[in-house]
């Protein structure tokens, strides 16, 4: 019953305002008589249209959020590549400027993946034997910092250990803090040794002549004796200095001087 009351009230309004508004041009007595109730019918029209636009609206507003969150995403991918391509603009012009100072013979190569396994590390680089790469040349960053050496040579891509790595070994020779020869130091002139990985953690100097003087801060370079490996490529410098009364050698811990996070790196041809 209460559905039926309900239809049937609703029919009488729709009856009356139909009566209102046909009425209005034609019966000025009908038309003030029912002015009131037509007033409150329309002032009841507007406060429900009022309160059922919001809902109405809602997914016109949903559908400018989805927009304006679409845009303001491309507008983040745009400003991310943009850095990037800075970033890698600024590191290229290095490069450029170390070609021209140092190594004339230089091949770029990205970084294609970090690898470990069983305590090793290293690099995977998109450069192989077609770009002129063999095992054991070095690896330099933008700085002419030695980063690592090259350990495996495919056609496309190649494969290298950095200087912490246990597998990684050089011949190399010490240059003294307190000289100011801006020149290569020509082997042996301070002292020699072997640097190599210590399982990932640290790099050591090994084999330096006992009556050699260290000084913490001392730069370490590769000595040239390698075939692949240029004389006077920087290695790091001496953080620790160890000595024993029994033994004919001193050993020294090295501070690579290059930061993780490599991108481009460049290998020197000789």
Wanted: hydrophobic content about 45%; proline content about 4%; aromatic content about 10%.
């Amino acid at each position: 019953m209460g559905k039926v009351r309900k239809a049937i009230i609703l029919l009488i309004i729709i009856i009356i305002v139909s009566c209102f508004f046909s009425l209005m041009g034609e019966n000025i007595f009908v038309k003030k008589a029912l002015w009131p109730f037509a007033s409150g019918l329309h002032f009841l029209a507007n406060k429900v249209s009022c309160f059922f636009r919001p809902f109405a609206q809602h997914h016109l507003w949903e559908e400018e959020n989805r927009n304006l969150r679409a845009r303001l995403n491309r507008a983040l991918s745009l400003n991310a590549r943009l850095y990037v391509l800075e970033r890698e603009n600024a590191i290229l012009r290095q490069y450029l400027n170390l070609k021209k100072e140092r190594f004339e013979n230089l091949v770029l190569a990205r970084v294609m993946g970090k690898r470990e396994n069983n305590g090793s590390v290293w690099f995977v680089i998109n450069k192989g034997s077609e770009d002129g790469l063999r095992v054991g040349m070095p690896v330099v960053n933008q700085e002419g910092i030695l980063l690592g050496k090259i350990a495996k040579v495919k056609e496309t891509i190649s494969f290298f250990w950095p200087v912490y790595d246990s597998h990684f070994s050089t011949a190399a020779i010490i240059k003294p803090i307190h000289s100011t020869s801006t020149e290569v130091v020509n082997f042996p002139f301070t002292g020699q040794g072997i640097v190599e990985g210590k399982y990932g953690l640290e790099v050591k100097m090994s084999y330096i002549p006992k009556d050699v003087k260290l000084s913490v801060g001392d730069m370490v370079m590769t000595s040239g004796l390698e075939e692949q490996i240029q004389q006077g490529i920087i290695i790091g410098e001496i953080s620790k200095i160890k000595k024993s009364p029994d033994s004919l050698f001193q050993e020294a811990t090295i501070h690579p001087l290059f930061e993780e996070g490599l991108d481009i790196v460049a290998i020197p041809k000789r």
